[in-house]
């Protein structure tokens, strides 16, 4: 409140808040935080800053860890694949950021493949 929601310390406030409640597993709250902060970071820090990126990771985690339908996966999978090119670009592909996006992308695509499995098989059954 004292700085104002476009305010770079409120926003790595915000980043550093949702990456507890994630870790806590309290992914919705995580959602809810990153789908307000996400676009208020976008418009004020840009698409290619630490913090920006590092929140569009933290969402898509909270994506496909609490994942209750296959469009959740896919929309983490694809928010990762968009964050990975973007660090990628400002960082370049040794810089640690751009490496934990593609453990979680690794992640997300584990997740989504396993759930396309399952969900194809008949009655819903699948491996694991």
Not at 113 to 125: K, L, N, S
């Amino acid at each position: 409140r004292i700085n104002g929601e476009e305010n770079f310390l409120t926003l790595m406030a915000a980043n550093n808040y949702a990456d507890s409640l994630l870790n806590l597993e309290r992914f919705q709250e995580a959602k809810s935080l990153l789908c307000k902060s996400m676009p208020v970071a976008r418009r004020v820090l840009g698409e290619g800053i630490q913090t920006t990126l590092q929140m569009r990771k933290l969402y898509a985690e909270a994506l496909y860890r609490d994942a209750t339908t296959l469009d959740d996966l896919r929309e983490a999978a694809t928010t990762l694949e968009e964050t990975e090119r973007i660090a990628r670009r400002v960082f370049g592909d040794a810089h640690p950021n751009t490496a934990g996006i593609e453990v979680a992308l690794g992640e997300a695509r584990a997740a989504l493949g396993a759930r396309e499995t399952a969900d194809g098989c008949p009655g819903g059954w699948g491996p694991g």
